[in-house]
């Protein structure tokens, strides 16, 4: 009696894998994008009430940073500008300009971008008045 697989076994079984990971490996990239996506509609919605609460209080905005913490990892922060990179690939700005928060979105930039566009986030100026 032999202690082991033989060589058709193996062969079957990494085939069988093959085909699953096919499957699988797509879907799990699409709820990557889909998450990140969702993270960044929440960070978007929190910055702006944050912005308008902030203008409120202090009639002015010098920088976005004084109203509200941005994670560093999806957001790159300027004074009056913030903006998402997705894959290197400016996909979304949002910027304070005359008592106005302007979002930006580029809808081809990437798989995130078009995320962000399926989850209804499109070009916006909202009054901080």
Partial sequence: MKKGFSLLELIFA???IGIISSF???KYMNSKNSALAST??????TTTTSLQSH????????KISDAI???TINWTLTDKKISFLDNGTNC???E???NTVSIT???DAGNVCKALDALGVKNLDIDLI
Avoid at 40 to 45: L, Y
Avoid at 55 to 62: A, P
């Fill in 40 to 45: 960044i509609k929440r960070d978007i919605i």
């Fill in 69 to 71: 913490t941005l994670n």
């Fill in 105 to 107: 979105i580029t809808k």
């Fill in 92 to 94: 979304l700005d949002l």
């Fill in 14 to 16: 990494i085939v069988i």
């Fill in 24 to 26: 699988a490996i797509p």
């Fill in 96 to 98: 304070v300009k005359n």
């Fill in 55 to 62: 203008y409120l209080v202090n009639r002015k905005i010098e």
